[in-house]
């Protein structure tokens, strides 16, 4: 079984920073893509950050993120960290990270998700 738990989450002040963090445990053979998204409340998940994986350390942002926003992960230990600069109310949202991953004993991938961290940002 595979879990992924986010932390780092709370209530900043617009111009602040915060540092989320997503640890994959279990019986993992192998993770590839980790990524970050947010949701609001009525509107879709979108995607905010992605990192690639298997030694290629290509990233994505989402525009509205893009030079506030650093994606890291540290593969040894299966995690990946959001590190989030100028926050704005606008970046007031559910935070959720998201992996594709091989259980062991599998030859199949899957994606999988943690439960979320609420981050909001106050102006």
């Known amino acids: 079984q595979v879990q992924l738990e986010e932390s780092g989450g709370g209530l900043v002040q617009a111009g602040g920073s915060l540092k989320l963090s997503c640890a994959a445990s279990?019986?993992?053979?192998?993770?590839?893509?980790m990524r970050w998204y947010r949701q609001v409340p009525g509107k879709q998940r979108e995607l905010v950050a992605a990192?690639?994986?298997?030694?290629?350390?290509?990233?994505n942002y989402a525009d509205s993120v893009k030079g506030r926003f650093t994606i890291s992960r540290d593969n040894a230990k299966n995690t990946v960290s959001l590190q989030m600069y100028s926050l704005r109310p606008e970046d007031t949202a559910v935070y959720y990270c998201?992996?594709?991953?091989?259980?062991?004993?599998?030859?199949?991938?899957?994606?999988?998700w943690g439960q979320g961290t609420q981050v909001t940002v106050s102006s």
């Open positions: 990192m690639f994986g298997g030694g290629d350390a290509r990233t």
């Open positions: 998201n992996a594709d991953v091989r259980p062991t004993m599998s030859s199949k991938w899957y994606q999988y």
């Open positions: 279990g019986s993992i053979a192998g993770i590839s893509a």
